[in-house]
């Protein structure tokens, strides 16, 4: 159950046996079911989770629609930063896209693994930096890029979404209505 | 010219006076006037910027026009993380809106201190962490937010760039026209 994330934690940084250990004994398992909701806004976020198995997404409720933000497959981390950093109710809610299994390590023993292994400052930075660059995509994605664009690279760097994710998510995702995604899909099959 | 930056950086982490000023021994001094580019897109950002003194915004050029990201003011942290970290062509320019004076530490001496000072990692871990909320601040106003909801919170958080900036950048950092800026303002204004 533990060899995906000690691969992944052992590629960023160098653990011994003993502190890997340690840090895998500081983990919960958690199972989801499809469309089973694992926060919800208004909750704190008060976990890391690291995707086991399966595949979730997160969204906002605007005005009565959701607006899905980011999809998070296995071996990726999710957690709502600004809640988990700040304490503060979150605004977004996660949900299970299919059955899921989910490792989460608490905030308050990722701060004592800061303190008693300070290797996992680094982990911390590391994350925080992937985060960070995920979310510049999206926002550049939703700023810069037409809706054909936004598509078309989703396709290339991403083509898993496509896979595993129902379309109207997908759609939202790429900021537009589940028709227009139709249009789009239908235009590019046509120039082919 | 180094005790702001002592004081940011030593209330976050803990350093003796040689950590500090080996730190310190690390940048460079460089001063911009008004409206002078300090990175332009295309260029790799090879260092992170600390604003000793003036304002600085980055944008993007979209079809011509100018789309305004941010703003950063004294004390503040600037890097374009997508490039810096990977060594890519940076797509954001980066422009002194005051007479300004910043601070820049390469990479290749952040790495170093990483390395020689573990600290650091936790100043790195920190700094990605302000700049994903930071972004994710903006994300969710451009997609959760009217434009007079923006337009307000702007106002109530960081009165300090209705105080320096022009205008034309705001409406662009708020994602609309500038007569739209001066139509919101004034029902706002009418509502008082």
Redesign the interface.
Known sequence: MYEQIKEVVSSLINLNEVELNYFISKLQVKHFNRKEIILQEGQICRYAYFINRGCIRYF?N?EGEE?T?QFFFENGWYTD??SY?SGTAS?QNIQAIEKTEILLLSKTDLYNL?QTI?QF??L??LM??R???G??Q???M???QTPEERYLNLIKDRPKVFERVPQHYIASYL?IKAPSLSRIRKRIFDKK
Request: hydrophobic share 35%; net charge positive.
């Open positions: 906002h605007l607006i933000a930063y600004g950093l605004t800061y300070p400052e680094k911390g930075r925080a930096e985060a960070f660059l979310l510049r999206r926002t550049e939703l700023t810069n900021g």
